[in-house]
């Protein structure tokens, strides 16, 4: 069921996910015309959906403000100024802040400047970390990531001690899910870019332009379109790493399917799974926490591929 509109407001909008923007930030770095935002904004009134404005890293003009101001919608920038939810491109010092944040980063850096990582858990009510490059991930990173998810957990743990609640979608999103809670992208979301078409999601739109499901003026139509449910992925139905993100863009881009995810990404989903098992063990060694959510099974995969023979 569609319940989000995403509208890019500017061909330099920033990314929020795993996709990358076109070379030099944008194709042109030109606004969404007024009029196109207008009507994105009447299209969302009429389908009755919670939009989400994504800002590129520039000052819009004040008429924008004045329309965006006029419907209620969440802020996604680059900025931290006035935003709902702040995208981070690269590691730096941030003073606290009571948005959540999401930190873009690559697999290096990640492993590199974990302890800087941890510091951002103190800064924000939520951290969200997107792996820019799963799709090269190796034997040798998934052992790298299972200690930066340790040492993650650890200061998660630490923070809980102290009385304090922090997010991190890596690790406690997991704990809390009964039921997959992914993107949604193509189910869930649309997305208008400045050019007055729809996308199924933003890295479509930014991939090529050509890729639309539609405009303003006639609505969109998403072809099989129930490939972009659960129900219709013949892996992830069969799965419990409820977290994962379940990107249909990196589907399609790794595995020519958008219901059907890579082997990287299934890796990287159950090894945050399983380090989240540990973490809400450790935790409830401190306490109570959580009483009415069930332990995470211990399992012996980390593709649940390799369990296909057993699927009902």
Known sequence: MLQYLIILLDEASTSF???????????????????TLKQGIRFGMTENLMIQFVYPDKKL?????????????SKIKPVKDDADVWVMNAL??????DVPIVLRIGKKELFNQTESVCSLLDKTPR???VLTDIETFTEEDFTAYKEVLGRLSQKVEQMYVEGKA????LLTDRMM??????????????????????YVCPAFYY??????IGDLEHGFDIKNRQLYKLEYAPICRHCDAFQC??????NRKTTLEVNTPSHEQCVVAHLERNASRVLLQDIRKHGTFLPEQREIKEIDYLDPFEKKDTWQ
């Open 207 to 212: 991939e090529d332009e050509t890729d639309s």
């Open 166 to 169: 922090p997010q991190l979608n």
């Open 92 to 97: 730096a010092e941030a003073a606290p802040v």
């Open 17 to 35: 996910c795993s996709y990358p923007l076109p070379k030099g930030g944008g194709r042109k770095g030109a606004l969404m015309p007024l009029e």
């Open 61 to 73: 003009p004040d008429e924008y403000a004045e329309v965006i101001e006029s419907i209620d919608h």
């Open 177 to 198: 899910l009964s039921q997959m809670n992914n993107c949604g992208a193509g189910d869930a979301s649309v997305t208008l870019a400045p050019n007055g078409k729809f």
């Open 245 to 250: 993100k379940r990107c249909v863009w990196l």
């Open 127 to 129: 951290l969200n970390i």
